[in-house]
């Protein structure tokens, strides 16, 4: 028996239905056809994949700061729930084919696997990182290297962050991100036969995000974001405004990339 959502959340999700249904069916997921295409997006959405990250660290600060001395935090369902998003997403179990000396990777690792599995390159992302690691952001992002459609992406990614936000970063992270990406990837495998025995990691990491979201990723997307505007009817706006700039910025993103994978 489904349940009636209390105000807010059924508020939070009538206004974005219709910008969710817009990204579940973009174009973009008819384009990748072949292998070399399959790579292009790789390539390309290896940054959102790790500057997802980033948004996950910021509400995790926020919601239960890794500070002393410790001190009790409001919102423990909360709490709970982006610790066990981060333990998914930063530290997951890899499989038993793939343990050596470590039995546990993050996703955004998965991914780079999955992208060595079926050829892609991971070089730009990689100089891309010790260019954050050893310059900083600013200086990464205006690497030359860096694809322009993947820095105006993670652009409005950290544009978000600065301002410091946690309602509206809680709504971007929350309906703004991968959650239509594993079911497009199985359909595109499947397509293209690639099967478990050729991508083993890629079909891992599918996996485990359909495990690790479940059913209930949704409710508490919705219950997140509305806890954190507490019933004000300006912040609920607002993290409207920032979940339809979040999936505007993908579709921008994606259309961007439908031309570079028609020329593949």
Avoid at 105 to 123: C, I, K
Avoid at 195 to 221: M, Q, S, T, V
Wanted: with cysteine.
């Amino acid at each position: 028996m489904t349940h009636p959502l209390p105000p807010a959340e059924q508020q939070l999700s009538d206004a974005l239905k219709s910008s969710l249904e817009t990204i579940e069916s973009h174009p973009i997921f008819g384009d990748i056809r072949t292998e070399a295409q399959l790579r292009v997006f790789m390539e390309h959405h290896v940054f959102p994949v790790w500057d997802f990250m980033s948004l996950l660290k910021f509400l995790q600060a926020s919601l239960a700061p890794a500070t002393w001395p410790w001190l009790p935090r409001p919102h423990s369902d909360l709490v709970r729930l982006i610790n066990e998003i981060v333990v998914g997403e930063e530290c997951d179990e890899l499989p038993d084919s793939h343990r050596g000396d470590a039995s546990h990777t993050s996703h955004f690792d998965l991914y780079l696997m999955a992208m060595r599995e079926v050829g892609a390159d991971t070089g730009v992302i990689s100089e891309f990182l010790a260019v954050v690691r050893n310059e900083g952001l600013e200086a990464a992002l205006d690497a030359p290297s860096v694809p322009d459609l993947s820095r105006a992406f993670m652009r409005d990614t950290f544009a978000l962050l600065k301002q410091g936000e946690v309602h509206r970063v809680a709504a971007s992270f929350s309906f703004g991100r991968e959650n239509v990406i594993p079911g497009m990837f199985n359909s595109l495998l499947a397509q293209l036969g690639i099967g478990p025995d050729r991508a083993p990691i890629f079909h891992y990491y599918l996996k485990r995000h359909a495990e690790l979201d479940g059913n209930e990723h949704g409710p508490a997307a919705l219950r997140l974001v509305t806890t954190l505007c507490n019933n004000d009817p300006v912040k609920l706006d607002e993290a409207v405004a920032s979940a339809k700039a979040a999936l505007a910025s993908r579709s921008r993103f994606w259309d961007s990339l439908r031309k570079r994978l028609n020329n593949k």
